[in-house]
């Protein structure tokens, strides 16, 4: 079992840059494989990132290709995500989860059914 807690949303203009951070514990962590999601105001969650859970794989959705960079540290137990260029679209909650389910098509890691555990979010909100 792991616990996830996110960090570093918070106000930023567009065009800025922020650094979420997830934490977790247990003692298995490197055993899961670790997504970012977001969910904007009145829309479903949505697919961002996921790394893989030896942190040599890592797919990321099309909205943020070439704007995002995710990595994680298995010894600290963290995922980071390093997100630039921002615009307010990308204004949302943005929540880590985990899995350990394994599967060779990157697919299966875009939906929010794969993941077994969530973490409570944290708001990002992009100004105009």
């Known amino acids: 079992q792991v616990h996830l807690v996110e960090s570093g949303g918070g106000l930023v203009q567009a065009g800025g840059s922020l650094r979420l951070s997830c934490a977790a514990s247990g003692r298995t962590f490197n055993s899961y494989h670790v997504a970012w999601f977001r969910q904007p105001p009145g829309k479903e969650r949505e697919f961002v990132a996921v790394i893989k859970r030896s942190g040599d794989t890592a797919y990321l959705g099309d909205s943020v290709k070439g704007r995002l960079s995710i990595s994680r540290d298995n010894a600290e137990n963290t995922v980071s995500m390093q997100m630039r260029s921002l615009k307010p679209e990308d204004t949302a909650v943005y929540y880590c989860?985990?899995?350990?389910?394994?599967?060779?098509?990157?697919?299966?890691?875009?939906?929010?059914?794969?993941?077994?555990?969530w973490g409570q979010g944290t708001q990002v909100t992009v100004s105009s």
């Open positions: 989860a985990a899995t350990t389910a394994t599967y060779y098509d990157r697919s299966y890691y875009y939906a929010t059914s794969l993941y077994d555990y």
